[in-house]
């Protein structure tokens, strides 16, 4: 049998990858390149737009406001109200596309319904699309240019792959969720020849038959499904990373506030299997906001080149 490197001999719990302290490491790196851009005449601005009152996204929102502020960057977060138009919002999007102070257009999701997210996505200039949802930078992806951006939570999880030296190249890796912000791009990333990639990879989806058969091949088992800890221990192989992207709230009597998050994997009982894993909250979560600003900078710098 295969194990992971980490696993040691006693060791009975898997290690923890932490989220929080690598999410900060890189930020600590996107501050240090921002003062080399700011000396070039360069500040990398990021510009979030929130249409309505969601309350999930204003908090969102918020935190990306803070963190691009503690990178020294600039940038706003432009708040519209829920009755705002698709043409509206397209004219705003325009608005931004042309100036040259804003390197990064994130348009935060969900919008209101009256307003179809795929029209106000293709109207992002890809360039500045930091989120790397528009076509051109989906298409880059799956090619393998790197030149586009690639989204930030799948971004997030290959970086802490690679921080925790984990062996990807050859290894099975499954992802679980085939949404294009996170099980697509996931598996696009891990696919593409080179370093911290190179997996052979399986996307397993809600149609997917007898998933315990797959999920226990993975050496790297990254799950996104949106379902709170559906991933138990007899699915996973012994010695596997595992990768929990998922936040789900479930209620919980004993929080001040009812509730409680949780990932998609049943922490307590694969962490006595696999080698690595990451908690959650902890995890995955810091990291998506640590590979926007990273992208914003690297959208920044390309001015300076271009
Ligand atoms: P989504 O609902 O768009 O996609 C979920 C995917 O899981 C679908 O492709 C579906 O086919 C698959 N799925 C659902 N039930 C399944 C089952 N029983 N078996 C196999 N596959 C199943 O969700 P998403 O936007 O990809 O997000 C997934 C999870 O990740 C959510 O909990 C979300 O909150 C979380 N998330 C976290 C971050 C972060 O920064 N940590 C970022 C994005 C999403």
Not at 19 to 27: D, F, Q
Request: some cysteine.
């Amino acid at each position: 049998m295969k194990r992971g490197r980490w696993i040691l001999p006693g060791d009975s719990a898997a290690r923890l990858i932490d989220g929080v302290g690598l999410a900060k490491l890189i930020r600590g790196e996107i501050a240090a390149d921002v003062a080399v851009l700011r000396g070039s005449g360069v500040t990398p601005g990021l510009t979030v737009v929130l249409v309505g009152d969601d309350a999930a996204s204003a908090v969102y929102v918020g935190a990306k406001e803070k963190a691009s502020r503690e990178a020294g960057m600039a940038g706003e977060t432009i708040r519209l109200p829920s009755a705002t138009t698709q043409a509206q919002l397209l004219a705003l999007v325009e608005q931004l596309n042309a100036d040259a102070s804003v390197h990064g257009i994130l348009v935060q999701m969900p919008l209101p319904s009256h307003i179809d997210p795929d029209t106000v996505i293709r109207h992002i200039d890809p360039a500045k699309d930091v989120d790397g949802f528009h076509p051109i930078n989906v298409g880059k992806l799956l090619i393998g240019h790197t030149d586009g951006f690639a989204p930030c939570t799948p971004s997030g999880v290959q970086r802490m792959l690679t921080h925790y030296g984990v062996e990807t190249r050859g290894a099975d890796c499954v992802v679980i969720g085939r949404s294009t912000i996170v099980g697509k791009p996931m598996a696009a990333l891990m696919v593409q020849a080179g370093a911290g990639a190179d997996a052979t990879v399986t996307i397993c989806h809600s149609r997917t038959r007898n998933l315990g058969d797959h999920t226990r091949r993975a050496d790297i088992l990254i799950v996104a499904a949106g379902r709170p800890r559906m991933v138990t221990a007899d699915m996973v192989k012994p010695g596997a990373v595992v990768i929990d992207v998922g936040m789900n709230r479930i209620p919980d009597a004993s929080t001040k506030s009812g509730t409680r998050l949780v990932g998609d994997v049943d922490f307590e009982g694969v962490r006595q299997v696999a080698s690595l894993i990451t908690p959650v909250p902890g995890g995955v979560g810091p990291m998506t906001i640590a590979m926007l600003l990273r992208n914003t900078v690297r959208s920044a710098q390309r001015t300076l080149v271009a």
